[in-house]
Each structure stands twice: as structure tokens, then as C-alpha cells.
């Protein structure tokens, strides 16, 4: 049970940096390949402004604003003259995005390990079926399932979901009814980047912050995205929860085997649904 | 008669360049730095090169009357990139090569540099094929080596008493190797292995790792495990507790550098150490004060050994007066560094491996200006108990 736990909380994590690269895929149709670096991002602004404020809670609010900001200022200035283009351009632009970041991050930071501690209240570990659990896993598990409820309610249950989905799917027919679809690419970007804000947040006192944070995370990212079936949240949950829960059992009985059994998922799923096991045709751009 | 004219001619011109050539048009002494200054293995190199640094302007960037040029090359944390930048340093004529960090990527840079007859100082790189199974004339290492650190962490866990040891370990040749050798050497102690694991470097959660070992009944975790892994597992042990259910210790598994990054949860963490800022060496002292003064910050273990390295390679080639690199290598194969920074390192001519003392230390809070976590060294093994002699 413990386990179950622990993946539990692996899953909510993965699903947290996985989110992001999702909703940008689900709505605009562009593949980031920065995702990584902007969660990486995300971390380095939360150490700063755990530093700047010393505690968590603020930078688990600065940080998904600044990236959200950040996300706005780079869809209006690489990624929107790009859309009439093919995929290929937007791939170039978001690799040369990853460059930017990091240099702009070895610029700021450095190169030294940076150290983000959770709040006091979530140190330690509490007992739960014969092993010690930290704290912190059962926020995550808690904050991610709330995030999950929160894109869940706001793209299916409110109005703005609802002219997000009608731009994501027919942008001419949105356009014509008045929605201003380049705004609403705007925000489905910086949503995004804010997503990958928390990400780097809520990672911070779990894993090393570093240059390469960013670089290792991406591939679990797509993994999960492309089990799911690109641009589909749903889907993402459920990625998440397939690649969390391998490696959680897996760690347990084989940890040598670990990443070829997160692999040989992924080559399954592809093999029965290679559209990725929630694919929505509909909402792909 | 005219053409035995010329051949002898020839042949004196060829017997003068023998003797001149490498004086000749020597204007700097250009050594090729082949260092990871990005990627996983950054900051390492970085640290490296500012030690480098240190260990040049000691001597006003000038050995046999030249000036020093460095080239150096960041590697990425790839073996293959540290491949092609070595290669295109020893075709720009270099007369030392200086790396790597990683020890797949000094095993390979070796290969070169013996083809091409250039000496490699290897400072960090600990495999024991770089001075065993894979050892070139040209390939010298200065700091510790696997045997070494194994000795060290051996006996380490007797002297604590340790009983049983849970081993997890990074699914890497070094780390199987070390580990598999460990194991050997702890069964000679009465040490009992009450587990093992091996996980893929990278692991992102070693939570899982983590319980095992502490429901194993083991008094001692061994962490061999590299890069920021090391810190994913203590940031994560530390929210457990780990180390108040076992003893936690490791190969290089701490540092001040390290400390850093996984914040309190490292006091407690016991570990190898290659080199000490606190050392009281006469070198050490000065090394110390000019890195402080030019990084506002102490060395770390990583810049110690390189400028450690690299300054007694220079004084070496500055004590043949000559340009001739063969001298060079046999000169520094037989050198004895009575004032490093660790005291006395001597040479072993027969596989190039510094017989040195090894440091085992612990991590305190670090009062006044040290860092805000800080290495006690807890045990200085000597030389003779880490090396066996040459045979």
C-alpha cells in the first residue's frame, strides 16, 4: 500500500510537468520542446523567490506568474509568425528557446546546485502501512489531483474552457464569432508556461535544481503525453498514472529494469493505439 | 662523392633537429583543458578549471620561460563530444592534456593521447582500468582511484561497527565494479550485505530504494550513486530520515558543493573525500587564501585536485628544462610531491597512480564564514593502508 502511495505521488509530479506540454499541444498544436527548460525555469525563479521571501508558499505563486509571463512574451514574439508554417519551424523555434533559457539561467544562477526547501509544515515523514511517507509526497498527491480538478472544471465547465476548445478546434469559425483567437493562443501559452512553473515548483524540494533539471525531464514528459494521446489531459492523467505506477512497482522488484519497463509501456500502448490511448481527433489543431 | 656529401649533410641537419627540435619555435606551453562545463557534470568542471586556474597564475602562467596558454574545451558531459575536442586540441600541436571528470570519457581521451605521445593529467577520473587494465605511459593520475575509495568506505563501516549493509548503487560499470569489489572486501570484515539494488543513473525517485533499505534490517546504507542523483536521493532520504534509522555513507557522496543543494538534510552524510579546504598543509594555506581571494568562496574538493595536479605536473616539467615530452613523462613518473596539498603524494612509476593519504569526513553545520554545510574530516587513512605495493 505504501507503494501505491509513493507512486501515487510520482504520478501527481509527472502529471504536473506533463500538463503543460499537453494543453499547448491539445489547443495550439505546437509541440514545446522548451517545456523543459521553462519548467527548469520555473525552478530557479521559486529559489529566488523562496530566497527573496523566505518561504515556499510565495514562490509557488511568483514563480507560475513569472513563467506565465515569460510564456506570453514567447508565443507573441516566436511562436505566432510561425503557425501558418509546418511543424518543423515551431520545433526549430522551441529548440532555440531551450538555448536561450539555459544560457539566460547559467547568466543569472550559475552553474551550483540550487536548494528549495518545502514549508515547514510539510517536512518530515507521517507513518502510513508499515513505511514512512514525507509530507511533502501527500501534498503533492493532494495539490496535483487539485490541479487536475482545476484544468478539468475550467476547460469543460466554464465558458472560457469552452471558447479555448472552439479556438483550439476551428480557429476561422471562432474568429468569425468574435473571439480573438491570437489572445486566446496567448493564454492557452502562458497556462502552459505557468504549468510549467508549478512543475519546477512543486519538484524544487524533491530534486536537484540545476542546468540539466530541464533536459531530463522532458522525455518523462512526452512519454506520458504520447500514452495518453497528445493534447488530451485526460489522457495525461492517465499517463501519468500508468508511468508512475511502473516505476513505483518496478523500483520495488527490479529497479535495474526500471526504465526499459517504462519503455516497453510505451512501445505497447503504441502498438495497440498508436494515437495514444485517449486520443481526441477533434482537438488536435 | 657528391651525393655522400649530402647524405652526411642529411644526416647531420636530421641529428641537430633530433636534438633542437622540441626547443625549437616552442613560444607558449599550450596545454588542452577537455573539462564538462555543461550539462550534468558542470559544475564540476567549472570547479576544476577554477582550481586549474589558481594552480597557473601561482606561477604567472609561465613554465620554462614561456607564457601558458590554456585551450580550454567543454566536453558536455559526453563522452563522444570530450573525444572530438581532444582529438582537435592534439592536432593544434597541445603539450598537455588536462580531464576529464568522467571516467568513460578519460578512458577514451587516453587512447589519444597515447597515440599522439602527449602527457594527460587526469585529476578526478577514479577507474581503476586509468592506472590498471587501461594504464598508458602517458596518463597520469593525481588523485584517488576506486581500490582507494573502497578501502577507505571498508574501513570506514568497521571502525563504525557496522554490521549489514544495504547497497544502493548506480547502474553503471564503475558503480557495479566498485560495488562487486566492495562487497569482496566487506565480507573479509564480517560485514553483512543485507541488500542491494542497482537503479539507472537519472532516477528521479528513489523513495521506493529508500524504504527497502530501511525495512532490511541494515545498520549501514551505502549511496554509490553520481552527478544529481546523489542529491535526489539524500533531499529524499533526508524527508525520511534515513540517516536515524542507518549509518549513510558513499563514495564522493558529500561535499560543501553538495551540501548546498541538499540543504540541512546532508548533515550526518559521511563520506570520501579527495581533497579538504581545511587542511593545514603550508600549500594548502596559500592555494586556499588565493582561491578565496579570486572566487570569494573555498575551494572545492573538485578544484583542490586539479590545482593539486596540475601544479606539480608544471613544477615537473619545469625541473627538466626542456621541451622534450619523453623527459617530461619520466621525470613526473618518478616525482615525489613533498608539499601538496595533502602532504606527501609520490608517483608509482608503475602504473602512474599517486600513493597518497585518503580523507573520510561528515557533514556539520558550518559556523561563522565556512559554508553553511561543511566536511569534518573524521578520518585520514594513510597511504600504506590504501595501496598495495607495486608488484
Known amino acids: 500500500m505504501s507503494t501505491l502511495i509513493i507512486g501515487l505521488s510520482i504520478s501527481m509530479l509527472l502529471f504536473l510537468l506533463a500538463a503543460g506540454l499537453t494543453l499547448i499541444f491539445g489547443m495550439l498544436g505546437v509541440i514545446n520542446f522548451a517545456h523543459g527548460a521553462l519548467y ?246 | 662523392m657528391r651525393m655522400r656529401v649530402s647524405g652526411i649533410a642529411a644526416a647531420t641537419v636530421a641529428t641537430l633537429m633530433a636534438c633542437v627540435g622540441p626547443a625549437m619555435a616552442q613560444d607558449s606551453f599550450k596545454i588542452g583543458g577537455v573539462l564538462p562545463l555543461s550539462g550534468a557534470f558542470g559544475i564540476v568542471g567549472e570547479n576544476m578549471r577554477r582550481g586549474a586556474v589558481i594552480a597557473l597564475e601561482e606561477r604567472d602562467n609561465k613554465v620554462l620561460g614561456k607564457p601558458i596558454q590554456v585551450i580550454w574545451e567543454d566536453s558536455e558531459t559526453s563522452t563522444q563530444v570530450a573525444v572530438q575536442k581532444t582529438t582537435r586540441l592534439l592536432s593544434q600541436g597541445v603539450h598537455t592534456i588536462f580531464g576529464e571528470v568522467s571516467s568513460g570519457s578519460t578512458l577514451a581521451m587516453m587512447k589519444l593521447t597515447e597515440q599522439r605521445k602527449v602527457p594527460h593529467i587526469v585529476t578526478l577520473s577514479a577507474d581503476d582500468r586509468i592506472t590498471g587494465a587501461d594504464k598508458t605511459r602517458y596518463a597520469f593520475r593525481t588523485s584517488n582511484s576506486v581500490a582507494m575509495e573502497n578501502a577507505m568506505i571498508g574501513e570506514f563501516a568497521r571502525r563504525q561497527k557496522i554490521a549489514k549493509v544495504y547497497g544502493i548503487v548506480a547502474d553503471y560499470q564503475v558503480g557495479r565494479d566498485m560495488w562487486t569489489a566492495l562487497k569482496a572486501d566487506l565480507a573479509t570484515k564480517n560485514i553483512a550485505i543485507a541488500g542491494e539494488d542497482f537503479t539507472p543513473i537519472g532516477t528521479k525517485d528513489y523513495s521506493i530504494l529508500l524504504d527497502k533499505a530501511s525495512k532490511s534490517g541494515a545498520d549501514g546504507l551505502m549511496l554509490l550513486v553520481v552527478g544529481g542523483d546523489v542529491v535526489t536521493s539524500l533531499k529524499q532520504g533526508a524527508d525520511v530520515g534515513i540517516k536515524d534509522k542507518m549509518k549513510v555513507f558513499g563514495t564522493m557522496l558529500m561535499d560543501e558543493t553538495l551540501g548546498q543543494a541538499v540543504g540541512p538534510g546532508s548533515i550526518g552524510i559521511n563520506s570520501t573525500l579527495r581533497y579538504h579546504f581545511t587542511e593545514r598543509s603550508p600549500r594548502n594555506q596559500k592555494f586556499v587564501a588565493a582561491y578565496r581571494a579570486k572566487y570569494n568562496e573555498y575551494p572545492s574538493q573538485y578544484a583542490g585536485e586539479a590545482y593539486d595536479g596540475l601544479s606539480w605536473w608544471l613544477d615537473t616539467v619545469e625541473t627538466t628544462g626542456g621541451w622534450d615530452k619523453e623527459k617530461w613523462v619520466d621525470a613526473f613518473a618518478n616525482s615525489t610531491r613533498f608539499d ?34 561543511t566536511m569534518k574530516i573524521t578520518e585520514t587513512f594513510g597511504a600504506e593502508t590504501l595501496f598495495k605495493p607495486c608488484s
Open chain 2, 340 to 373: 601538496s596539498v595533502e602532504g606527501v603524494k609520490k608517483m608509482r612509476r608503475c602504473d602512474n597512480q599517486a600513493s597518497q593519504i585518503g580523507l573520510f569526513g561528515t557533514a556539520v553545520a558550518g559556523t561563522g564564514e565556512l559554508p553553511p554545510v
Open chain 1, 40 to 285: 527548469m525555469l520555473g525552478a530557479y525563479l521559486a529559489f529566488q523567490a523562496h530566497a527573496t521571501f523566505g518561504s515556499f508558499w510565495p514562490a509557488l505563486i511568483v514563480s507560475p506568474l513569472c513563467l506565465a509571463a515569460a510564456g506570453l512574451a514567447i508565443e507573441r514574439l516566436t511562436l505566432r509568425p510561425l503557425y501558418p508554417r509546418t511543424h518543423e519551424f515551431q520545433l526549430l523555434a522551441t529548440f532555440g528557446l531551450i538555448l536561450v533559457i539555459e544560457e539566460v539561467v547559467r547568466v543569472v544562477w550559475g552553474l551550483d546546485y540550487r536548494h528549495l526547501t518545502p514549508p515547514p509544515g510539510l517536512t518530515g515523514s507521517v507513518a502510513l502501512f508499515g513505511s514512512d511517507i514525507a509530507r511533502y509526497r501527500l501534498f503533492v498527491i493532494g495539490f496535483g489531483a487539485a490541479v487536475i480538478a482545476a484544468l478539468f472544471f475550467g476547460i469543460e465547465r466554464t465558458k472560457l474552457g469552452l471558447v479555448l476548445r472552439a479556438a483550439s478546434v476551428n480557429p476561422t469559425m471562432a474568429a468569425t464569432l468574435g473571439i480573438d483567437v491570437n489572445l486566446v493562443r496567448s493564454l492557452v501559452f502562458a497556462l502552459g508556461a505557468g504549468l510549467a512553473g508549478i512543475g519546477g515548483t512543486i519538484a524544487g524540494p524533491l530534486l536537484p535544481i540545476q542546468l540539466s533539471m530541464g533536459f531530463t525531464i522532458i522525455l518523462d514528459c512526452f512519454i506520458v503525453v504520447v500514452i495518453g494521446g497528445l493534447g488530451n489531459i485526460k489522457g495525461a492523467v492517465f499517463g501519468a498514472l500508468l508511468i508512475g505506477m511502473t516505476r513505483a512497482f518496478g523500483q520495488l522488484y527490479a529497479p535495474e529494469w526500471i526504465d526499459i519497463a517504462t519503455y516497453v509501456v510505451l512501445l505497447a500502448v503504441l502498438l495497440v493505439r498508436p494515437q495514444g490511448l485517449f486520443a481526441a481527433k477533434e482537438r488536435l489543431a
